[in-house]
């Protein structure tokens, strides 16, 4: 084979593998917004694996072996606007259903403890003060989640992956 009929095979080989797997493995997605500062800034872009969903539930690796989301990781999930459109928000998960949350209600001028449900996660930014989050709309299901996030891939002073300790202002 000529090398460049080579380097073209090649090439198109790696973009169909790519193309094919971008939808099932992971994507990268670009972050909007400051609701997880300091962790994530806003132009971030971010390399994000699949959830597997199974009857709406994350469905487990190895079932019995690997649990597959844990408090403190970051995710990406599904929510619904009033306006009945989807968006995406990328939030980190502070607690799994069984767990109690503790968190301070400015609504009540209090601090609450709420349980999170079976099935469902609490999710906050790291950035409390600039963050509409579980704090706000409640648990969230399983079902929504989408994504996790693997690593930061731009800046590349930043690259790499997170720790999973909250960070919060």
């Known amino acids: 084979m000529v090398p460049t009929l080579r380097v073209f095979a090649f090439s198109l080989g790696t973009t169909l593998v790519f193309y094919k797997?971008?939808?099932y493995l992971g994507t990268v997605v670009?972050?909007?917004?400051i609701s997880m500062?300091?962790?994530i800034q806003h132009g971030d872009y971010l390399l994000v694996e699949k959830l597997s969903l199974y009857r709406g539930q994350i469905k487990k690796l190895l079932d019995s072996l690997l649990?597959?989301?844990f408090s403190g990781d970051i995710v990406v999930a599904r929510q619904l606007r009033e306006s009945g459109t989807c968006c995406h928000i990328?939030?980190?998960v502070r607690a799994t259903g069984g767990e109690a949350v503790n968190y301070w209600s400015p609504k009540l001028a209090k601090s609450v403890t709420v349980y999170v449900p079976e099935e469902h996660v609490?999710?906050?930014g790291d950035n409390k003060r600039h963050s509409l989050d579980s704090r706000t709309y409640g648990s969230v299901p399983m079902g929504h989640l989408e994504y996790r996030v693997f690593c930061r891939l731009?800046?590349?002073s930043s690259f790499?992956?997170?720790d999973k300790r909250n960070h919060t202002r």
């Open 90 to 92: 990328l939030k980190r």
């Open 67 to 69: 649990n597959v989301i």
């Open 154 to 156: 731009w800046p590349l």
């Open 21 to 23: 797997c971008h939808g």
């Open 37 to 39: 500062e300091p962790t």
């Open 160 to 162: 790499g992956r997170f």
């Open 30 to 33: 670009y972050c909007e917004g």
């Open 122 to 124: 609490w999710l906050e």
